[in-house]
């Protein structure tokens, strides 16, 4: 699977083309997957070539826990790792300890942390702890989209935020903190889905991480780095509705400028 073929949700109408193939596999099984062929990559030096701006690794990695919500495989977190090699990593809505366990592999210290062990990532007074502390090399960033999945009903969670508003006020305090703790060498990188219900509409809340990320005078380092949403619970839901279905979420990538 980490060759140039990636697999693709049986249930993408977009991708299948033609209807008697939908239903047949609707008949079949969702878990069937399907090829498609990646472009190829140039050669470069980085020491991880299959880093590209399509990230498409099928298994999660023994990392975390996959049957948190919104769980993220770790793969792309150590393939970023390997790729800037930082000395430090801040992990401030961790979860189910995904980066944490990434780093523990590779024995890079982290500091991992989240609303239910207590700090909120939204109140610039939990950063007061770090004011002696040289800025962390690498923050990585996984923060609800919004109410996709509420991960409490705390009202300092972000997914519980009552409305879109409310949401961006808090998640713009969080960049803003976690951009002020980074070295002078420090990435920071935010893996983000754009959200859509009945009520809201479509957000583009990746258009809205660049928005936050460029006011507060970060840069983007790099490519977005599409990551394909394999194991999605939503692939394997069936709806009445039409609608062109999201499978993938961005990683973006960014620092301050050197002055
Ligand atoms: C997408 S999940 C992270 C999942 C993690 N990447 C994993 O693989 O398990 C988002 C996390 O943000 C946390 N969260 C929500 N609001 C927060 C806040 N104000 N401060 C800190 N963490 C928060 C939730 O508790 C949840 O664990």
Redesign the pocket.
Known sequence: MESAMFQLSPVNPFFRGEQSRISSCRQQTVTTPVYATLPAAPRTASPVPRLTSLYHFSRAGEY??RN?????GGNLIKDLIRFFQPSTVFD????????RDVCLELAIPCFS????SG????DPKAYAQFSETPGFDFVWA???YWRQ?I??DNP????FAPSLDAFLE?YAV?IRECASLLSPRGKFAILMGDYQDREAGFIPLTYHTKRLAFACGLQQVCTDIIRFSHGASSSRKIYRSSFIPGLHDVCMIFDRPRR
Do not use: V
């Open positions: 975390g826990s948190y919500p919104g769980n993220c401030p809505m961790t979860g189910s300890g995904t980066c942390t989240d609303l239910k700090f909120d990532a939204a996984h923060p609800p999945k991960y409490s300092r969670d972000i997914s808090c969080f």
